[in-house]
């Protein structure tokens, strides 16, 4: 989680400083502590890209705001890769863990839900690799 924090904080950085944002290295930390604390950037992100339309002309606005958009959409999709990095479950049973984990406890079940789905998955396949290697000593 810190790790994707500073590589989206470090990325948020260079564009506001490309855009000339006042107090650029200030906003990168405040999008670090709130990637670190799981609440996202984009209370950072809109309102600096809503600053960049204001203050430039169009082309360079809408290549900072694409550039924004992809450092908000990177928490999304370095966490799984990171976090999957090691596992031997799917990446759908981990999936239906964060959706399945969200629907039943909001917020807490995005974290507990893939983990207990992770270890069922887990306990499930060696429960079935021992009963297989069971039955082929009896055999």
């Given at each position: 989680v810190i790790g994707v924090a500073i590589i989206q904080s470090l990325l948020a950085g260079l564009v506001f400083k490309l855009a000339g944002i006042p107090g650029a290295g200030l906003l990168a930390f405040v999008v670090m502590i709130?990637?670190?604390?799981?609440?996202?950037?984009?209370?950072?992100?809109?309102?600096?890209?809503i600053w960049i339309w204001t203050a430039k002309d169009f082309n360079t606005a809408l290549l900072l705001t694409v550039l924004l958009c992809i450092v908000g959409v990177l928490?999304?999709?370095?966490?799984?890769?990171?976090?999957?990095?090691?596992?031997?479950?799917?990446t759908i049973v981990i999936l239906v863990g964060v959706i399945g984990?969200?629907?039943?406890?909001?917020?807490?079940?995005?974290?507990?839900?893939?983990?207990?789905?992770?270890?069922?998955?887990?306990?499930?396949?060696?429960?079935?690799?021992?009963?297989?290697?069971e039955t082929a000593v009896s055999d």
């Open positions: 709130l990637a670190i604390v799981q609440i996202g950037a984009a209370i950072v992100l809109l309102p600096v890209v928490d999304n999709v370095l966490k799984p890769l990171v976090m999957g990095r090691g596992l031997t479950t799917p984990g969200a629907l039943a406890h909001g917020i807490v079940g995005l974290f507990i839900g893939p983990i207990i789905l992770s270890v069922a998955w887990e306990l499930t396949v060696a429960w079935i690799r021992a009963e297989r290697a």
